[in-house]
């Protein structure tokens, strides 16, 4: 007996006392908060761009996959949604039809899954397939008929930090030393050799781990700064960002410029390496356009992105910003000074707001992942699992109805 059906193909095959009884979950589940974000993810789509649904159809040997392409892409919400690491998952997973449902499947009570690694088998697959723009342009459309206020943008910058110990330079030479130590004992024990006492290749290949030691000594100053600096062995693509905050001055993860729209977020630069999000603002206008299929006309950000040259673009296109003006303030407000209070003001809360319940509630806070492209997919899931969550809620409470056909 298969341990896990698809929905669509076990319903019909049930008596009809058990099909009441799972009707009732499913009922229950279409009102739960899973079930509404389920309705607004166009999982099919999301799917289709990571390339696991097949254009043409093939016959196909052996058992039938546990997770379907939808499925998967819904275990990734379901993943940063309950913040539970693959074990707990798989372990939740068995036992909560909720989410079985929420994944598009019924796993048979008696022959539970057991391996956990199927979950970091599908994080995998999906991590080395994600092409980001595309799959928000995805949402967007999906997202879009339930947003108003599309030509109001927000922009601001925020840092993911890995989940990682804080380095030091003692710390980076041990860490090098006991790994170069244990692939020495691997690889004598494999040959058959007494193990040396040095490892030449072992230290040729770590090289690179110790070139800014070596810089640091033949300069004599240990905060000299190193291009392409390595804080992490396990974690090389790391690197310091200097935000230059009170409690933290440097933070160790991706940096990330993200736009809102209606408290909606999206991506616009994520980068292991820093970047000044001054540089950024035409970027976010081209993609609000390329998202909504329409120009920004009040933008909001901080004193970052208020240089000359965006003051200049954004009064050439007649954008209204929320950047301090410049020179003597007027006795009087006008109009446009109440407008660049409010876009300030919303900015600043509304954002900054998203910034911490991604990292609270949707596993952002530390980036739990030990290869660069599954942190950057956990980051992706989580900032668009909060995204569901509000519209979700929204949906709940009439405060959003559909505005115009989905895109």
Known sequence: MSKVHKISEIAPSLPFSEYDFYDLYRRSFENSELGRIRIILPLHEMALSFGLVETVRRVHRGPKPYFSPEGKVALMFLKMYTQLSAPQLLEHLNGNIHYQLFCGMMIDPLHSLKNYKLIDSIISELACKLRMQEQQKILADMWKPYMKDLDTMYTDTTCYESDM??????????????????VMC?????????????????????????????????????????????????KPYVRPIVRGKEKKSVEF?????????????????????????????????????KLFGVKATKVGGDAGYAGTENRDYCKENGIQT????????????????????????????????????????????????????????????????????????RLADGQDEPTQAAG
């Open 186 to 234: 691997r690889v004598s024990t494999a040959l058959g050799l007494h193990r040396p006492r040095t490892k030449y290749n072992d230290v040729s290949k770590a090289n690179m781990s110790y070139r800014q030691q070596s810089n640091h000594f033949e300069s004599g100053n240990s905060r000299e700064s190193i291009p392409d600096r390595i804080v992490s062995i396990s």
């Open 165 to 182: 110990r804080y380095p030091t330079d003692p710390k980076l030479l041990w860490e090098g030393i006991d790994r170069t130590y244990s």
């Open 253 to 289: 993860g991706a940096k990330c410029n993200n736009i809102q729209v209606n408290g909606i977020s999206f991506i616009e630069k994520l980068s292991f390496n820093a970047f000044n999000e001054g540089t950024r603002l035409r970027h976010c206008l081209t993609l609000h356009e």
């Open 322 to 393: 929320s950047f301090v003006k410049r020179g003597r303030p007027f006795a009087t407000k006008s109009v446009k000074d109440h407008v660049r209070q409010e876009l300030a003001r919303v900015r600043a809360t509304s954002m900054e707001g998203s910034f911490g319940t991604q990292k609270e509630h949707y596993s952002l806070r530390r980036v739990k992942a030990r290869k660069k492209e599954t942190e950057i997919l956990y980051i992706f899931f989580g900032i668009h699992a909060a995204n569901a969550v509000l519209l979700a809620d």
